[in-house]
């Protein structure tokens, strides 16, 4: 599967951006998708997932009750719905895909072998 981001962009403190992650190639419903962020100077970091059978999701401790993520499998599409955003949350964020667990992915990206190549969100205070 291949993996194209759009949607991300430049937003004040508390606004909301929705990220958008079109898939292409087969099985799409198989996988388990996500996203990850890289914040200027820091680690990349998880941030949420959704598993393409169970519909299952798992989010970092600092998105939870602010972002959300859904998935349309007739689009191949997985939307990532952010609220209440914080300069915090700038970074480059980036989809990922993997035919493993939630939370497996949530414990870190060393399994993760399909990345689109990231949406900019820059929070202003």
């Known amino acids: 599967v291949q993996l194209v981001e759009s949607g991300g962009g430049l937003v004040q403190a508390g606004g909301s951006l929705r990220l958008s992650c079109a898939a292409s190639?087969?099985?799409?419903?198989?996988?388990?998708m996500g996203w990850f962020r890289q914040a200027p100077g820091k680690e990349r970091g998880f941030v949420v997932c959704?598993?393409?059978?169970?519909?299952?999701?798992y989010y970092a401790d600092s998105v939870k009750g602010r972002f959300a993520i859904s998935g349309d499998n007739e689009k191949m599409t997985v939307y990532l719905q952010m609220n209440s955003l914080t300069p915090e949350d700038t970074g480059l964020y980036y989809c990922?895909?993997?035919?493993?667990?939630?939370?497996?992915?949530?414990?870190?990206?060393?399994?993760?072998?399909?990345w689109g190549q990231g949406a900019q969100v820059t929070v202003s205070s």
């Open positions: 959704i598993e393409g059978s169970s519909r299952s999701t």
């Open positions: 990922v895909a993997g035919l493993f667990s939630c939370r497996a992915m949530a414990a870190g990206d060393r399994l993760v072998a399909t």
């Open positions: 190639g087969s099985a799409f419903s198989s996988y388990t």
